[in-house]
């Protein structure tokens, strides 16, 4: 069955940096986009961003520029998301999800395997 | 761009139906068919219900059902049970190539 297991609770101190890993199985991992998405204390879903595990691009959410980077390693399966320059605002629980959408097409954005969530807490 | 508009709460007892309504603009779900809605128990990860405005994933409930008219979409479901009591999230494609999601719906079963 398809899975998809993310790293553990990260704390950080503001303008620090966070690395979360998203490891997958049950499928062929080349073959599905993968999206990185958020949701604050008691708030909604916000999508971060993209990436195509078969040739390593990605596209991101424009609030997020200069400070995402999404990587993959094919040798296991797993794909990275980085943030820099951590705020306070970027507390949240972060959820990896695989694409319903095979990468020969393009995405529809429809999130049908979700990781488990990592909470990540920015605070002096 | 702002969010798509959901209610913060709609409630129901069990065994009635109910309809959590979307609302969008000619950006997303006014132009695109791609919407989709997400249930979302506390403390776990979103679990998608419907994509493409009607279709169900395998394993879901045909108690959940989806619609579009014009720039509102809407998710009812039947037949509503106590396990059904959660946040409920829309999603859409839009315009820039993003999804954009509406602020949720808590629901209620009493």
């Known amino acids: 069955q398809v899975q998809l297991v993310q790293s553990g609770a990260e704390v950080k101190k503001p303008g620090a940096s966070v690395k979360v890993s998203c490891k997958t199985s049950?499928?062929?991992?080349?073959?599905?986009?993968i999206h990185w998405l958020r949701q604050a204390p008691g708030q909604g879903l916000e999508w971060m961003g993209i990436?195509?595990?078969?040739?390593?691009?990605?596209r991101h959410a424009q609030k997020l520029q200069g400070r995402i980077t999404m990587t993959r390693d094919t040798s296991t399966a797993t794909v990275y998301m980085e943030l820099k320059s951590l705020k306070s605002e970027d507390t949240a629980v972060y959820f990896c999800?695989?694409?319903?959408?095979?990468?020969?097409?393009?995405?529809?954005?429809?999130?049908?395997?979700w990781g488990q969530g990592t909470q990540l807490t920015v605070s002096t | 761009q702002s969010a798509l508009t959901q209610p913060a709460s709609v409630s129901g007892s069990p065994g009635q139906s109910i309809s959590i309504s979307c609302t969008g603009t000619?950006?997303?779900?006014?132009?695109?068919?791609?919407v989709s809605w997400y249930q979302q128990r506390p403390g776990t990860a979103p679990q998608l219900l419907i994509y493409?405005?009607?279709n169900r994933p395998s394993g879901v409930p045909d108690r959940f059902s989806g619609s579009k008219s014009a720039y509102a979409a809407s998710l009812t479901i039947s037949g509503l049970q106590a396990e059904d009591e959660a946040d409920y999230y829309c999603?859409?494609?839009?315009?820039?190539?993003?999804?954009?999601f509406g602020g949720g719906t808590k629901l209620t079963v009493v």
């Open positions: 999800a695989r694409d319903r959408t095979v990468v020969l097409a393009a995405t529809e954005y429809y999130f049908g395997f």
């Open positions: 049950g499928y062929t991992f080349n073959s599905f986009y």
């Open positions: 990436i195509n595990p078969y040739n390593g691009d990605t």
């Open positions: 000619n950006n997303d779900i006014g132009t695109y068919n791609f």
């Open positions: 493409q405005v009607v």
């Open positions: 999603a859409s494609y839009t315009r820039n190539n993003t999804p954009i």
